[in-house]
């Protein structure tokens, strides 16, 4: 079975920063894309940023120059650092990663980690 578990989410200020981690653990023989997503109270999930294994990244424009996401291939862990902190940022944060254990694919979702920009 395969686990993904995050951490790092919090109430910061507008302007502030936090890191998110997430660490895969189970019976994975490799990952493929790793990302993070995230959804406001009434509305939909969305992507935040993505990062393939060979360490191209991709992310939504709203967090663009703001958010940085990185990854670390023998720890099965992404990281997103978040930069200058908005209240729109406000939601709760799930990673997810596609993974792989033996000859079969599948993506797999954390548990959610919240943060929440006010002052």
């Known amino acids: 079975q395969v686990q993904l578990v995050e951490s790092g989410g919090g109430l910061v200020q507008p302007g502030g920063s936090l890191r998110l981690s997430c660490a895969a653990s189970?019976?994975?023989?490799?990952?493929?894309?790793m990302g993070w997503y995230r959804q406001a109270p009434g509305k939909q999930r969305e992507l935040v940023a993505t990062i393939t294994n060979g360490g191209t990244s991709n992310y939504a424009d709203s967090v663009k120059g703001r958010f940085t996401i990185s990854r670390d291939n023998v720890k099965n862990t992404v990281y997103l650092q978040m930069n200058n902190l908005k209240p729109e940022d406000t939601a709760v944060y799930y990673c997810?990663?596609?993974?792989?254990?033996?000859?079969?694919?599948?993506?797999?979702w954390g548990q959610g980690t919240q943060v929440t920009v006010s002052s």
């Open positions: 189970g019976s994975i023989r490799s990952i493929d894309t």
């Open positions: 997810n990663a596609d993974i792989w254990m033996g000859l079969y694919r599948r993506g797999y």
